[in-house]
């Protein structure tokens, strides 16, 4: 499964750099997340509770901010595991400014496998499509209280 998003926030690069890649806004900001906790530089513990139709369920995982050039680029790469299956993913964040907003886009792949894969790849593509419009709709959110 393939998403792709750009999305426009009236910050500086910098700003919007450091909500990306703070844990405290982070755990605000993805859907579902009940636990995000650094364990080392640029890795985390994760827990999140989804649920996609009638197939819900806790993911256990970890999250890395790989390769990171500040205020630029990064990759987030994910794994977890749970009753309802597994999700894995990567996804290339890249920040550009443009007037006074920073431009974020988004290129991810991921794959589900077990019960979760069970729901069909046309539904777990659009819930993602959600779930990454939620993930940056909030992170405007945590930009404009700062």
């Known amino acids: 499964m393939k998403l792709e998003g750009t999305y426009k926030f ?13 844990p405290r806004h982070l755990e605000k900001a993805i859907p579902g997340c009940e636990k995000l906790e650094e ?20 993911y256990k995982g970890m999250a890395e901010v790989a390769d990171p050039q500040p205020p ?46 069970g729901v069909g790849q046309r539904m777990i593509s659009g819930i993602a499509k959600m779930m990454l419009g939620q993930f940056f709709k909030q992170i405007g959110k945590e930009l404009k209280a700062l």
Not at 10 to 22: D, F, G, H, I, P
Not at 39 to 58: H, Q, W
Not at 72 to 83: A, W
């Open 10 to 22: 009236k910050a500086s690069q910098e700003k919007v750099w450091e909500v990306l890649t703070n």
């Open 39 to 58: 364990i080392e530089p640029g890795k985390y513990d994760v827990t999140l509770k989804i649920g996609i139709a009638a197939v819900k369920g806790a």
């Open 72 to 117: 630029q680029k990064y990759r987030l790469i994910v794994e977890g595991s749970g009753s309802p299956g597994f999700v894995k993913g990567e996804a290339l964040i890249e920040l550009s400014h443009q007037n006074q907003s920073t431009i974020v886009s988004c290129q991810a792949e991921g794959q589900v496998g077990g019960l979760i894969a």
